[in-house]
C-alpha cells in the first residue's frame, strides 16, 4: 500500500512539473500572410521575445491564402497543447466567417483568445490629381457625381474595401468599388491617375504622401498617429463611427489547457511592452495593446457584431 502511495504522488508531481514546464520544445506561430507582410514582421517580434523569455524556439510559419483562412484552419485543427499557435487578425478571426459560404474551421468554436497584440489604423488617400483638399470636398464631390470617383481595394472584404463600405453607409455617399489582387498593384494604378482613392495602412502609403504623389484625407482611428500628426483623425471630422483598426492577436486551439494560455498571455504581454518591440512596431504603424484572454475575447465579439452589420449592408462576398 505504501508503495502504491508513493507511486501515486510521484506521478502527480512529475505531472506538476510537465505541466510548469511548458514550453517543453519549439512552439509553432502560424502567420496566415505572407513572409513580409505586417502580420509576419508582427509575428517574428513576438516570436523572438517569447523565445529569450521561455527558453524555447517560436518558429513562425507562414500559411497565406483565402484571406487567412488557411492558415487559421491548420492551426483550428491542430493538437490543443499549446505548441501551435495563431497570429491572426481581423479577416481569419471575424470577417471571413460572413465573407465565405464555408470555411474549415469555426473561430468563434475552434480557437480561443490568448492576447490582442497591436492595432494600426488606415489612411484615406486619393490621388494628387483630384480636386479634393480635405474629407468634407471628398464627399461632397462624391455626392454631387454618384459613382464617379472610383476608389481600390486589394480585394473584396478586405480592410481596404469594407472601410469604404463603412464610410458610405455612414455618409451615404456612392463610390466604385475596384478590386485588385494585391496592394502593389493598386498602388500602382493610383499612382498613375487610374484610382481615385483607396484606404491603405499608414507605412505602406506614407512615403507617397509625404512626396506629393497622394493625399492624405483621413485616418481611421479617434485620434492622430504620431506617423502622420496633420492627418485629422475621422472624430474630429465628425464620424467617429468611421473607426476602422487593423489588428492582430494571438489565438490558440480550443481546449488548450488554460496554464499554457495565462501564461502565454502574460509573456506575450511583456514581450509587446518592451521598448525595442514597441519601437519597430511603430515605425511599422502598429499601436501595442497587449491585454488578457478576456479583453482579447471581448473585443473579437465587438469587432465581430461591427463588421457583420457592414458587410451584410455591402453585400461583399468572396466567392
Not at 481595394?153 to 481596404?160: F, K, P
Not at 474595401?161 to 455617399?173: D, I, S, W
Not at 463610390?175 to 494585391?182: F, L
Request: aromatic letters at 6%; glycine letters at 10%; charged letters at 20%.
Amino acid at each position: 500500500m505504501l508503495r502504491l502511495l508513493a507511486a501515486f504522488c510521484l506521478a502527480l508531481s512529475q505531472a506538476a512539473g510537465a505541466a510548469d514546464a511548458y514550453p517543453a520544445r519549439p512552439v509553432k506561430l502560424v502567420v496566415p500572410y505572407p513572409a513580409g507582410s505586417t502580420p509576419d514582421l508582427l509575428g517574428r517580434t513576438l516570436g523572438e521575445r517569447l523565445h529569450k523569455a521561455l527558453g524555447q524556439p517560436f518558429i513562425v510559419e507562414n500559411r497565406s491564402g483565402a484571406g487567412g483562412s488557411l492558415g487559421a484552419e491548420a492551426v483550428a485543427k491542430a493538437p490543443a497543447d499549446g505548441y501551435t499557435l495563431l497570429v491572426g487578425g481581423n479577416g481569419p478571426v471575424v470577417i471571413n466567417k460572413y465573407l465565405y459560404k464555408s470555411l474549415g474551421y469555426d473561430p468563434d468554436r475552434d480557437l480561443v483568445p490568448v492576447s490582442l497584440l497591436a492595432v494600426a489604423p488606415q489612411l484615406l488617400v486619393v490621388r494628387s490629381g483630384l480636386q479634393t483638399a480635405d474629407l468634407r470636398a471628398f464627399l461632397d464631390f462624391a455626392r454631387r457625381q454618384p459613382g464617379r470617383i472610383s476608389y481600390a481595394s486589394v480585394g473584396a472584404g478586405s480592410a481596404s474595401h469594407l472601410t469604404m463600405e463603412m464610410l458610405k453607409a455612414e455618409t451615404g455617399v456612392s463610390v466604385t468599388h475596384i478590386p485588385y489582387r494585391g496592394f502593389p498593384a493598386a498602388l500602382t494604378d493610383m499612382l498613375g491617375g487610374n484610382i481615385d482613392a483607396m484606404f491603405a495602412i499608414v507605412p505602406a502609403v506614407l512615403s507617397q504622401v509625404r512626396a506629393g504623389k497622394l493625399k492624405a484625407l483621413a485616418i481611421t482611428a479617434l485620434e492622430r498617429s504620431p506617423l502622420c500628426p496633420d492627418v485629422p483623425s475621422v472624430a474630429e471630422l465628425g464620424v467617429p463611427a468611421l473607426e476602422s483598426l487593423a489588428w492582430n492577436g494571438l489565438l490558440a486551439p480550443s481546449g488548450t489547457p488554460s496554464e499554457a494560455i495565462e501564461r502565454l498571455s502574460a509573456e506575450a504581454g511583456r514581450a509587446m511592452r518592451d521598448p525595442q518591440a514597441r519601437s519597430a512596431l511603430k515605425t511599422a504603424g502598429f499601436d501595442v495593446v497587449a491585454g488578457t484572454p478576456e479583453e482579447f475575447g471581448r473585443w473579437i465579439r465587438s469587432e465581430s457584431d461591427k463588421w457583420a452589420r457592414v458587410i451584410r449592408a455591402s453585400g461583399a462576398t468572396a466567392e
